[in-house]
C-alpha cells in the first residue's frame, strides 16, 4: 500500500484529478476548476497479493469503519472475508464485496432480523476531513460494478449513502439516510434508483422523495446495468437549503445515465445547530432488506467498487 502526501501541481490544476493507490490525505490547498481543495482520501484496491484488504480500509476511514458479517459475533457469518480484491482490465484492481441470503446478519444482530449489510463507512472516529460539517462541500467519487445476476426486490438494497449523525442522539430521524443510490424495483421493473429523504412538513418523521429512476427511462436492467462498470460523481452542499448534482456514467462514456440536479434541497438534519460533533457521512457497500427474502438469490450476491475519493472543498466565488 501506498500512503503519502502529495503536492499538487499543474496538470492536477488543469485535470482536476490524483492519481495514486492506497490512501491519500492531508493534500495542500490549491485551485481545480476554480474550486479549492481542502482535503482528498483516496481508497484504491491494490490487489489481492498485496497490503490486507481491512487494513487498506481502516487506512483509510478508521478502526471500525468495516461493517462486514464476518466481523461481527458467534451467530454471524464468520470465516469468510466478506470484502476481497479482485483485478479488472477495465478499472484495475477493485473491492469485492459479496453477502448470502441466509447466512448474513446485520453487524451484531444475531437473531434473524428483517435486513442485512456489508459496507465501509465514515463514522465519528474518522478523521475529520471526512466529515460534512454544516456549510461544508464533498465532492465523492467512485465505481461500482453490480454482479451479473444481482437479484433485487421492491424493497431497498443500498449500494451509497449519505446519513445524518447528530452527535450520540438515537433520534429516529437521523437514522434515514439523506440520499442513496438503491437498487430495487418500481413500476415492475428492476433498475437504479436515486433517493432523497427529507423532513415531513413539521418536521417529526420523513418523506422518501425519487428523484431517478431508471425504470422510468429506457434503460434495461440485464443489459444496461447487470455487470458493467459505472463510474459516480456526487457534489454536495450540507444545508437545510443546500444542493446536490450528482452522475452515474458507463464507464468509458462521456454521457451520464442517470444525473440529478437539486438546488434549495434539504442537506442537513440537525437545524442550526453546526456542532462539531453533527456531520453528514458516506456509506458504501450492500445494506439491503429481507421483507421478499424469497425474490433474493439464495448463494452469494457480489458488488464491486473501486477507487474511493471523498474531496472537501471551498468553491468558486461567483
Not at 490544476?13 to 481542502?38: F, K, M, N
Not at 452527535?167 to 433498475?191: C, E
Not at 434508483?193 to 428523484?211: Q, W
Request: aromatic share 8%.
Amino acid at each position: 500500500m501506498l500512503k503519502k502526501v502529495l503536492t499538487l501541481n499543474a496538470i492536477l490544476v488543469l485535470s482536476g484529478c490524483v492519481t495514486t493507490a492506497g490512501v491519500t490525505d492531508a493534500i495542500p490547498a490549491t485551485t481545480v476548476r476554480g474550486d479549492t481543495i481542502i482535503s482528498q482520501t483516496q481508497l484504491k484496491a491494490d490487489g489481492p497479493e498485496k497490503e490486507d484488504t481491512y487494513t487498506l480500509i481502516r487506512d483509510a476511514f478508521g478502526p471500525r469503519a468495516i461493517e462486514a458479517p464476518d466481523l461481527y459475533g458467534n451467530a454471524n457469518h464468520q470465516g469468510v472475508r466478506h470484502i476481497t480484491e479482485g483485478m479488472d482490465e477495465r478499472v484495475g484492481n477493485y473491492f469485492k464485496f459479496v453477502i448470502h441470503r441466509d447466512d448474513d446478519h446485520d453487524r451484531d444482530v444475531l437473531l434473524k432480523s428483517d435486513r442485512q449489510r456489508n459496507e465501509i463507512k465514515v463514522y465519528g472516529g474518522s478523521k475529520s476531513a471526512l466529515k460534512g460539517h454544516l456549510g461544508d462541500t464533498f465532492e465523492y467519487r467512485w465505481k461500482f460494478r453490480l454482479g451479473d445476476n444481482l437479484a433485487v426486490t421492491k424493497h431497498f438494497t443500498h449500494i451509497f449513502q449519505l446519513k445524518a449523525v447528530k452527535g450520540k442522539s438515537s433520534d429516529a430521524i437521523t437514522s434515514s439516510p439523506i440520499l442513496t443510490l438503491t437498487a430495487n424495483i418500481r413500476h415492475g421493473h428492476s433498475g437504479l434508483e436515486v433517493r432523497h429523504v427529507g423532513y415531513n412538513a413539521n418536521k417529526t418523521g420523513t418523506v422518501n422523495n425519487t428523484l431517478y429512476h431508471t425504470a422510468k427511462h429506457d434503460i434495461d436492467w440485464k443489459n444496461d446495468i447487470l455487470g458493467h462498470w459505472f463510474e459516480v460523481y456526487v457534489r454536495a452542499n450540507y444545508s437545510e437549503s443546500g444542493s446536490l448534482y450528482m452522475t452515474v456514467t458507463p464507464l468509458g462514456e462521456s454521457t451520464p445515465m442517470i444525473e440529478v440536479t437539486q438546488n434549495n434541497i434539504e442537506m442537513w438534519r440537525s437545524g442550526s445547530d453546526g456542532s462539531r460533533s453533527n456531520f453528514v457521512r458516506p456509506k458504501w457497500g450492500i445494506y439491503r432488506s429481507l421483507k421478499a427474502i424469497d425474490q433474493l438469490n439464495k448463494e452469494e450476491d457480489e458488488v464491486d467498487f473501486a477507487d474511493f475519493e471523498v474531496t472537501k472543498i471551498s468553491p468558486k466565488k461567483p
